[in-house]
Every structure is written in structure tokens, then in C-alpha cells.
């Protein structure tokens, strides 16, 4: 079977983490945002932005590192704008987040057109390389999966800690949890809704901003429009896959990651000559929801999630 | 421990002002809290409690008046400088988070926000510690969300304790409580008391405020009208001040029965979820008659009310309506027959929340003349039906355009009164009609039922509140386990009879159709 023989190779594995690294970036970054109560539907603009910014600020000579802060300070300043519109303010967040995302799209186009007029290929970067960790890289197939990728790629599993560390371990994470779940209850208890959910939207924003950044600077070491490619619409499926749970998350981007390197595997197996690749095209995204409805059934939503708090209202 | 009310202020109210619009909420209010003393804060729906205590807290900013704590002014509109100052407050809606523990809701807040790690093992010995000192039973580890409304309270309060609150405001805390409950909560309250706490009990309940405070103030309006040390005052007094003038027992003439209006016979529903549905239920109610339904609460109550209002339909026996079997048998159709509803919930069911008064009026009528014509609106005929309601029923409120959830619970029961009343129904569906409302508001809602059965209508009465089916209707089913008890004359059983039915015995017998 030429599914099983993908299976057992260990590139079919390092490309599933390799693909599952921005996703897991902005899924983290969207899990913080609706577990405050805030659901950003800005994170296809914010990943645009952030891939343009990072991949630039390299071009323009910056350091790498410096690049992904660039990305990330980016992607905090259009969720700095959401923030302000959907929590003080307490618009609509629908129309908030797909408002962002048009504009931070249409920004990045101008900004590119600006930056580079007379440009018709785009200029390839040098980009993040492979840092194969001693020892760990030789195990065989989960060595070159997980431990001979980029250093992104490690940054990703690393944030996914942080964030439930902080979500499940301190003063902090226990705050943003609460204010997604009753705004009353931090209310009463002293603490301020309004800086909580703006912080972790911008915070949030910001790690979108790296998953985009991941795209140009680690995947494709350049930068095109089309490249997110509704990603963004992928990781809001996967906090809900992932029960608005880091750790489920991170699996959920890892099983979508691989249903995604499998159909490119497949194309290229003789059942690719035989039917037509839209179908492998779709296959991860008809997984997922098959994944999505059979795990989500009893998921927990934040209870304020998209409930603006205004204070002194009943 | 000082405890004697000549003890020092601990908290001193000066001339609190708030405005809602044209609505003043508090005017000018004025008063001293002493250390170990308990004042009841008593008034009707409406009359400004909670906002008082809402500013008081910093959820809301006075417009005028001072606050001051211990000898400091306390900051407007901040409830961390409150809860610093030592002001705690157990909220009448909860403010727990349901997908925490009860440990974690406690401490919300208690901990700078950037510490890595909680310290939840001191916290929850201080916690179990605070639990047995003022008897307040509640697992820390229990999930918020999986807690009765009694063990919810008991974590507001301990939130407030664990915070070293030495002023304690219970808005409203024994609304949700069953009798038993209530007594612990007292006994915590005494507990608390001992410990040189002091309190602000808000209630409208006469019976309470007079078991557990030390002095009384009365709100009627948003203004403060009166003052009195709870041993020098009574029942009749207090009741006085917090209407503003006398209070009238309902006065039940006789009943004049006319024609069965609706009738049932042998009818049976499918029971919903875990709710209780009709087993072969007879019952005849007629024009000029209240009757009332006792019964404890999900017996069959839900499923007779949802099928006399539309909702749904009987799955066999028999059921007309003014002498006709019904056909299609939806909400629109019950409408059509003159059936005027005043659903249990008043909030999810009886209104829209933010909808205006306007619209909730009409919300039963809205497509017929002369709210539309032609299938436009006409919101000036409209405009006039809902003065006329907040007229004639007494609605306060900021006026026709105001959501209606700015409304207390009174004043929107009123309102839906004025909505059923004013269709001049034939036959009124009454669930639970005075729930929560203070005495003012029981004693109109109530008058109003009768003079409608005095006019010819058919009252069903559906009520948990024995007292008020014993005073209000002519004749009395017992409903239990969606089956009915034959009908009683008003006057022919005690309520220890009637306790006999509620408790499911009697049913035996086949003979259960009404006279």
C-alpha cells in the first residue's frame, strides 16, 4: 500500500511538523484571544501582515531574530486596533476581525508596492535553517521529525508549552480564563476586563503575526499574497478542534499538518495519475471537519466568548 | 470584640446621586455603617438598592456623594480599591466563573498577575479554615458551574472572607434560598457579626430583615424615607415606608362561575427531557373563576402551561377551547382564542431583553391593527398603547423606548400584565405571576387577577406558593406527577390536606376528573 509506505518514511513526518508550525503560531495565539472572549477573525490579514514584515525587515538586512520580532510587533499593532474596537468599544466582533483582516491584506499590498515597484519576481531571503539537534536528530524517523527542523519550528513547540503554563499554572492565565468565561467574575474581583481581553488579543495577534513570519522565513524564504492561503480560517477551526485547549491544539495542527503532507504524497503515487488533484486538494480540509464535528461535540466554549462586557450593565 | 452599634463608622455614605437617564436611582442618600452591626436595606424592586450597593462596590460611579471607608474616601468606580479598603460583596446575579474551581474563583484577583505559580496550597488551607469558621460547607476542587445555587453563595462569601472584607453587602442573598438554606446563611451572617464584620443586608423580605438586623433603612423611589432600630419597629411599619401608603390584602369576593371555557379531558403529552408530561388530565376551567394549580414545582406544571399557551400539543384525550375542538395547535392559534399568558420566566420567556417597552408590548399583537396596517408598522399607535400600559399599570420606567431589561423585576411583570390584560382575554394562563416581587407589586399583580376573573375571564393560577392559591383561587387542583387532583372548593381542604395530594398520595383512586 502506498499509503503505508508514506507512512513508515520519515520525510512525510518532517514535512507534517514543518507544515504544522505556523499553524500551531497562530492557533495558540487565536486560543488566547477567544479564551479572554474575543474572537479574532483578523488572523488571515494579521498572518499576512506578519509574513510580509518579517520576510521585509530580513530583506532590508535585518537579522533573522530581529525579523521575527518585526513579524510579531506587526501583527501586536493590528491587533492593537482590533483590541480597541472590540473591547472598549465593544463592536461586533465579526465585523471587526474581518474588517482587520481586509485591511492588514490590503496594507501589506500597498506596502509591497511601495517597497518594491518594479519588482515582478519576488526576492528570495536567506531564510532559518535546518539546526538538527545532536543525538535526538538520530533516532530514527521521530528524530528527523521533530528534531532536525528549523529553529521556528522549535520556537512553536516551545511557545505551546508557555502558553499552558501560563494558562493553567498562573495568576495570570487563571485571570485570562476567567474573563472569557464570566467578565463579572474578574470584575468583582478586582481586576480590569478591559486591559485582560486587550492584552491577550494583542498578545495573541502578535503570535499570528509569527505564523505568518513562519511562511517566508522558514517555509518558503519568500513572500507572495496567495501564501496563507486561508490559514488563518484553518487555525480558528483548530482552537475549536482543540476544545480551546493548548495541548489538544498543538495535536489538532499536527493532525491537519499531516493529512495535508499526505494528500501531496498521494498526487505523486499512482492514484494521482487516476483521479483528478483537486480531490487530494480537499481532503485535509474534509478530515478536519470530520475531525472537527466528532471532537467538538462536547467542548467547552468560553461562555463570553463574542460577548462584549459593558461595565454596569446587567 | 466591639459589637454594640454606638460603636465608630466603618463606612459612611454622603448624599449618593445617581441618574439613569430621566430615572433617578438614588436621590441624595445618606447614611452611617457601624462596626458589628447589621442594617437592613429594605425597599421594593425598583427603589434603588442595588444601585446604591453598585456604587458603594465601584461598578457604578455616583454622579454625586462622597464614600468613605474606615476614615479614607474610597475612590469612585473602582472595585479593587473597594475590595481593598475592605469591602466585599456577595452580588445578587453570582460573578463566579463556571469552568473554575471553587479554589480558583476565590483566588482570582488575590494574586499579582505576573507571579509564576499560584499558591494554591496556602490557599486552600486558608480556605478550608474559613469554611469551618463560619460554617460554609463547599468542596475547593468542585467545578463553579457543577454547584447548586446555595454552595454558589457560599463561595461569594468566602471570596469576600478570604479577602479579609470587614464590610460584607448580600444583595438580595436569600432570593434563591430554600428555607433551610436560608437559616445557615443566617448563622454565618451571626458568625461573621461575632467577629466584628459588619453588614449590609439588602432584601425586600420583612420577615428576614427583622430575624437578622440591627437597624433598618428604608428605600422607597431612590430616596431614603425612613430609619428605625429593628427592635423598635414591625412588620406594618416597615411595610408602610416601603410602599408609601397602607397595604390592602387582596379582597376576594365570591366567584360568579359562568361557562366552561376551555376544557380537557383525559389528555396526555410526551414527557420533554427529564420534565414531568400530562398523564390523562381532566380539567374544566370556567369564565368568572380562578383556579388554581398547587403543586410542587415540576409536577406537570411546565407541561399543562406549555399546552394551554401552544407550545405544544396533546398527544391524545380531549381539548377545546370554548366549546370547539382546537385544530393546529401553536402559540398564534392559543392567541387567536383570547388566551392571555403570563409566562414563569420573565426574562427569557415573557420578554425580549433588549427589545424596548414598545416592542415587548405589542409583541403578541404586532401584525394585527392597529399596531400594522397593510404591513406597515405604526409606531405611533404603538407609542400610544405602551403610555397607555405604563399608565394604567403603574410601569416605572424611563419611558416607551427603553429596553426593557433597565426594568426590575416588578415593573416588567407589569408591563406583561398590561400586554395579556389589555387584549381582554378570554382565559389567562398565570404561572408563578408574583415571583420575586415585592409586596407592592404582589398585591397589584394580584388584584388585577381578580378583577379580570370579576370581568368573566377564566384565571388558571399555576403557583408553588400554597398561600397564594389558598387566597386567591375558587377551586384548587392538586397536580403530581402530571396527573390531577379532583377540584376542591374553595375553603374545603387545609392545607395539610392539600400537602397530603402534593405529596403524590389520592392519585390511587380512578376517580380524578374534575367536577
Known amino acids: 500500500m502506498e499509503i503505508l509506505d508514506i507512512l513508515i518514511s520519515a520525510s512525510f513526518w518532517a514535512a507534517a511538523v514543518r507544515i504544522a508550525s505556523p499553524l500551531i503560531f497562530a492557533t495558540l495565539g487565536e486560543l488566547i484571544c477567544e479564551r479572554a472572549g474575543v474572537l479574532n477573525l483578523g488572523i488571515e490579514g494579521i498572518m499576512v501582515v506578519g509574513a510580509f514584515a518579517g520576510w521585509m525587515a530580513v530583506y532590508s538586512g535585518a537579522d533573522l531574530w530581529v525579523g521575527v520580532g518585526v513579524a510579531m510587533a506587526a501583527g501586536m499593532l493590528f491587533g492593537l486596533l482590533h483590541a480597541i474596537l472590540s473591547v472598549p468599544f465593544g463592536l461586533s466582533q465579526h465585523v471587526v476581525g474581518l474588517g482587520i483582516t481586509l485591511l492588514a491584506t490590503a496594507s501589506t499590498y500597498f506596502a509591497y508596492r511601495v517597497a518594491l515597484p518594479q519588482v515582478t519576481n519576488p526576492p528570495r531571503i536567506e531564510a532559518f535553517k535546518e539546526l538538527p539537534i545532536p543525538v535526538l536528530s538520530d533516532i530514527p524517523i521521530v528524530g528527523q521529525a521533530l528534531f532536525a527542523q528549523t529553529p521556528l519550528t522549535y520556537l512553536a513547540f516551545v511557545t505551546a508549552a508557555v502558553v499552558a503554563f501560563v494558562l493553567?499554572?498562573?495568576?495570570?492565565?487563571?485571570?485570562?480564563?476567567?474573563?472569557?468565561?464570566?467578565?463579572?467574575?474578574?470584575?468583582?474581583?478586582?481586576?480590569?476586563?478591559?486591559?485582560?481581553?486587550?492584552?491577550?488579543?494583542?498578545?495573541?495577534?502578535?503570535?499570528?503575526?509569527?505564523?505568518?513570519?513562519?511562511?517566508?522565513?522558514?517555509?518558503?524564504?519568500s513572500f507572495f499574497f496567495e501564501m496563507v492561503n486561508g490559514r488563518g480560517w484553518i487555525c480558528i477551526a483548530l482552537v475549536v478542534f482543540g476544545a480551546w485547549k493548548p495541548g489538544k491544539a498543538l495535536l489538532g495542527a499536527l493532525l491537519f499538518a499531516a493529512f495535508d503532507a499526505m494528500q501531496i504524497r498521494l498526487q505523486q503515487t499512482s492514484l494521482g495519475a487516476d483521479i483528478p488533484y483537486q480531490i487530494f486538494l480537499m481532503m485535509p480540509y474534509l478530515l478536519s471537519i470530520l475531525a472537527l464535528v466528532v471532537m467538538s461535540r462536547r467542548a467547552e466554549v468560553p461562555a463570553a466568548l463574542m460577548v462584549p462586557f459593558n461595565r454596569g450593565e446587567r | 470584640m466591639p459589637t454594640d452599634p454606638g460603636a465608630r463608622a466603618v463606612l459612611r455614605l454622603r448624599n449618593i446621586t445617581k441618574?439613569?437617564?430621566?430615572?433617578?436611582?438614588?436621590?441624595?442618600?445618606?447614611?452611617?455603617?457601624?462596626?458589628?452591626?447589621?442594617?437592613?436595606?429594605?425597599g421594593e424592586n425598583g427603589a434603588g438598592k442595588t444601585t446604591l450597593m453598585n456604587i458603594l462596590f465601584g461598578h457604578y460611579t455616583a454622579d454625586a456623594g462622597d464614600i468613605e471607608v474606615f476614615g479614607h474616601a474610597l475612590p469612585p468606580g473602582n472595585p479593587r480599591a473597594a475590595l481593598e479598603a475592605g469591602v466585599g460583596m456577595v452580588h445578587q446575579h453570582f460573578t463566579l466563573a463556571d469552568n473554575l474551581s471553587v479554589l480558583d474563583n476565590i483566588i482570582l484577583g488575590t494574586e499579582p498577575l505576573w507571579r509564576l505559580g499560584t499558591g494554591r496550597a496556602a490557599a486552600r488551607a486558608r480556605i478550608e479554615q474559613l469554611s469551618r469558621d463560619f460554617g460554609l460547607a463547599v468542596h475547593p476542587d468542585a467545578r463553579a458551574g457543577a454547584l447548586s445555587v446555595g454552595e454558589r453563595q457560599r463561595v461569594e462569601i468566602l471570596k469576600a472572607l478570604y479577602r479579609d472584607a470587614r464590610i460584607l453587602i448580600l444583595d438580595e442573598p436569600t432570593a434563591v434560598l430554600t428555607p433551610q438554606e436560608t437559616d445557615d446563611l443566617f448563622a454565618t451572617l451571626r458568625k461573621a457579626v461575632a467577629r466584628g464584620l459588619s453588614i449590609i443586608f439588602i432584601s425586600h423580605k420583612m420577615h428576614e430583615v427583622l430575624a437578622i438586623s440591627s437597624r433598618v433603612l428604608v428605600l422607597r423611589h431612590?430616596?431614603?424615607?425612613?430609619?428605625?432600630?429593628?427592635?423598635?419597629?414591625?412588620?406594618?411599619?416597615?411595610?408602610?415606608?416601603?410602599?408609601?401608603?397602607?397595604?390592602?390584602?387582596?379582597?376576594?369576593?365570591?366567584?360568579?362561575?359562568?361557562?366552561?371555557?376551555?376544557?380537557?379531558?383525559?389528555?396526555?403529552?410526551?414527557?420533554?427531557?427529564?420534565?414531568?408530561?400530562?398523564?390523562?388530565?381532566?380539567?374544566?376551567?370556567?369564565?368568572g373563576q380562578i383556579t388554581g394549580l398547587a403543586g410542587v414545582s415540576g409536577n406537570g406544571q411546565a407541561a399543562l402551561a406549555d399546552l394551554i399557551a401552544g407550545e405544544t400539543v396533546p398527544d391524545s384525550g380531549v381539548f377545546e377551547v370554548a366549546g370547539e375542538g382546537v385544530g393546529a395547535w401553536t402559540p398564534r392559534a392559543a392567541l387567536d382564542a383570547r388566551i392571555g399568558r403570563i409566562p414563569e420566566d420573565r426574562h427569557r420567556t415573557g420578554t425580549i431583553s433588549d427589545f424596548t417597552l414598545s416592542e415587548n408590548a405589542v409583541l403578541e399583537a404586532y401584525e394585527k391593527e392597529p399596531f400594522s396596517r397593510r404591513g406597515w408598522f405604526d409606531w405611533t399607535a404603538v407609542d400610544?398603547?405602551?403610555?397607555?400600559?405604563?399608565?394604567?399599570?403603574?410601569?416605572?420606567?424611563?419611558?416607551?423606548?427603553?429596553?426593557?431589561?433597565?426594568?426590575?423585576?416588578?415593573?416588567?411583570?407589569?408591563?406583561?400584565?398590561?400586554?395579556?390584560?389589555?387584549?381582554e382575554p378570554k382565559i389567562i394562563l398565570a404561572v408563578q405571576p408574583v415571583r420575586g416581587l415585592d409586596i407592592g407589586a404582589v398585591t397589584y399583580v394580584q388584584n388585577r387577577l381578580i378583577e379580570a376573573r370579576d370581568a368573566g375571564a377564566a384565571v388558571l393560577l399555576i403557583s408553588e406558593d400554597l398561600d397564594e392559591i389558598l387566597t386567591l383561587a375558587d377551586v384548587i387542583h392538586v397536580i403530581s406527577e402530571g396527573r390531577l387532583s379532583p377540584a376542591f372548593a374553595r375553603g374545603t381542604k387545609t392545607p395539610a390536606e392539600l400537602g397530603v395530594w402534593m405529596a403524590g398520595q389520592g392519585f390511587d383512586g380512578e376517580d380524578s376528573h374534575a367536577a
Open chain 2, 19 to 42: 441618574r439613569f437617564g430621566p430615572l433617578t436611582a438614588n436621590d441624595a442618600i445618606t447614611f452611617d455603617l457601624h462596626e458589628g452591626e447589621v442594617i437592613a436595606l429594605l
Open chain 2, 222 to 287: 431612590g430616596k431614603l424615607v425612613g430609619e428605625a432600630a429593628t427592635a423598635d419597629t414591625d412588620r406594618h411599619q416597615l411595610a408602610h415606608l416601603m410602599v408609601g401608603s397602607e397595604i390592602v390584602a387582596p379582597e376576594v369576593g365570591g366567584a360568579a362561575p359562568g361557562a366552561v371555557l376551555m376544557r380537557l379531558r383525559e389528555v396526555s403529552t410526551t414527557p420533554v427531557g427529564n420534565a414531568v408530561g400530562l398523564r390523562s388530565l381532566s380539567l374544566d376551567l370556567r369564565a
Open chain 2, 384 to 423: 400610544r398603547h405602551t403610555r397607555a400600559i405604563i399608565e394604567r399599570y403603574d410601569v416605572r420606567c424611563p419611558g416607551p423606548d427603553a429596553r426593557i431589561r433597565l426594568l426590575s423585576g416588578g415593573n416588567m411583570q407589569k408591563l406583561i400584565l398590561g400586554r395579556a390584560l389589555e387584549a
Open chain 1, 168 to 221: 493553567y499554572r498562573t495568576p495570570l492565565g487563571l485571570a485570562v480564563r476567567a474573563v472569557g468565561e464570566n467578565p463579572h467574575s474578574v470584575e468583582a474581583q478586582g481586576l480590569s476586563v478591559t486591559a485582560l481581553r486587550m492584552g491577550a488579543v494583542v498578545v495573541g495577534s502578535g503570535l499570528m503575526g509569527v505564523g505568518g513570519a513562519f511562511l517566508t522565513m522558514s517555509a518558503f524564504n
